[in-house]
């Protein structure tokens, strides 16, 4: 058995990714080929190809999104803030590398600009390059590329955006500030006043104290905060937090929602906030 | 790397647990201990106990049900057909052998008789007594525990049960007959006038042809067929689907739900038949 540092290991011949998840359990998805492979100044960069899920962004030993299931991740953490917002024209994504969030955006033609703030340029390119089920090989006009830190970029604003979403990765690595409360500030100062926020909170199962501090936070900073749901077959345990935080509207459009999509329908876009027993009374605490 | 047939391996002195998924997929588990394993005329039975999931009951190797979500597969197939019939009496479970099933029917008191079908005694011995967070140790009077085949079983009903819930494994090994549309038809004769039944019907992620399949034979069947969904973290891709056939009710009553449980609520009772669009459409064919 022959490893190295990406996770990457022959086993009998054959090659596989061994994800390492929530301890004492690991994920091999058999790998056909590495398409892409290179160090950043941030983190390990990798797209390779899996007969179960197709093409799969890999960074720092971990599935971040793939071929079969990117959508849903993507769909979700967008559709459900812009069906939220009446009328929003400038949006800021922090993070969203793989362009998925960029693109599901872009399906909306009253926005006027959309900002994406990605720290690692690599890994745009890659996604650009390999991963056109994701990318969708994004090159609308709308989207300004900006490769810089999310935390500093906030920073610079003042009641600027209708909508900001944060894609960010694990709070581990180049992330671990996206996860923090004066970080949720910037964003909420960042905002207009009738503005909205949504981010990804992780495992209700595998990692409920990271959804119950970020649910926390924007509880306390907004005056509307609420969390959703969907099913990610790549992450671990399948189901995956979204938390919003809101200064104005909470409510989804009813009967608008008239988008292209795999996962997303208007059922959905309003259910997703339907929790589990053990999550609602988590959050109640 | 020693392996033995119920996929137990030891890797540098750890034994892991190492379940094929969806081909080209694995999944490893670290095991602490194995609690019980016998070759039972059906199957291997196995009860292990693991540092995610505690303890996991595994019939041929295949990770069935664990003590950190048991609940919510057992929760999701009872409560939701048991809310759509209005007076339920008699009650047929065919398989469960974890108790789980019934062991949330035990908790409607207008229920009279709760038939327990299981082909596999060792399965129930197992769980009572090395499973108790998902089999509750069982010992409801309403509750008649019959080792037999459940089609068999099935064949010698007509016009007999209220609510019908087939429990099975996967459509391998002795589980195979359970997804054939004879056995829906007979279902559909042993159910009283206004009946109810319910099967879990795979992933839609991994085995859309088997949900495809049994959602078609349940609709020729039946006046009324509905397919809802759960995330259940250990099986693959964590999104489940359940497929009901009924003969007259079709709606969740509103309101009135209050039972105890873990991943259950009033609000996913009604909005766990929002599906996703892929899915939706899939269906519609």
Redesign the interface.
């Given at each position: 058995?022959v490893e190295n540092p990406q996770g990457l290991k022959t086993i009998d011949g054959s090659t596989?990714l061994i994800e390492d998840e929530?301890?004492?359990?690991?994920?091999?998805?058999?790998v056909d080929d590495v398409l892409y492979s290179e160090k950043s100044p941030f983190q390990h960069v990798m797209v390779v190809n899996?007969?179960?899920f197709g093409r799969m962004l890999v960074l720092d030993g971990i599935v971040q999104t793939t071929s079969?299931?990117g959508h849903?991740y993507n769909e979700m953490i967008t559709h459900v803030p812009l069906s939220i917002h009446p009328n929003p024209k400038r949006v800021l994504i922090i993070g969203g590398g793989d362009c998925g969030a960029a693109r599901e955006v872009a399906k909306y033609s009253e926005i006027e600009e959309i900002d994406m703030v990605e720290i690692d340029e690599l890994v745009v390119k890659a996604c650009q390059e390999y991963l056109p089920a994701v990318s969708g090989n994004l090159s609308d006009p709308r989207v300004n590329f900006i490769f810089d830190d999310g935390l500093k970029h906030v920073s610079k604003y003042k009641d600027h955006y209708d909508v900001i979403i944060v894609d960010s990765s694990d709070p581990i690595g180049p992330a671990v500030q996206l996860f923090e409360k004066s970080f949720y500030a910037n964003i909420k100062e960042a905002l207009k006043e009738d503005g909205i926020m949504v981010c990804q909170s992780q495992s209700p199962?595998?990692h409920l104290n990271i959804l119950q501090q970020t649910y926390g936070y924007l509880h306390e900073l907004f005056p509307i905060s609420r969390v959703y749901?969907a099913?990610?077959?790549t992450?671990?345990?399948?189901?995956w937090s979204f938390t919003l935080g809101s200064k104005k509207y909470q409510e989804v459009n009813a009967h608008s929602f008239d988008k292209e999509?795999?996962?997303?329908?208007q059922?959905?876009l309003?259910?997703?906030f339907?929790?589990?027993?053990?999550l609602?009374d988590a959050l109640s605490k």
């Open positions: 058995m596989w929530a301890e004492n359990m690991k994920i091999q998805y058999r899996s007969p179960v079969l299931d849903i199962v595998f749901t099913v990610v077959p992450y671990p345990g399948g189901m999509t795999k996962y997303v329908s059922d959905l309003q259910q997703c339907a929790l589990p027993a053990f609602k």
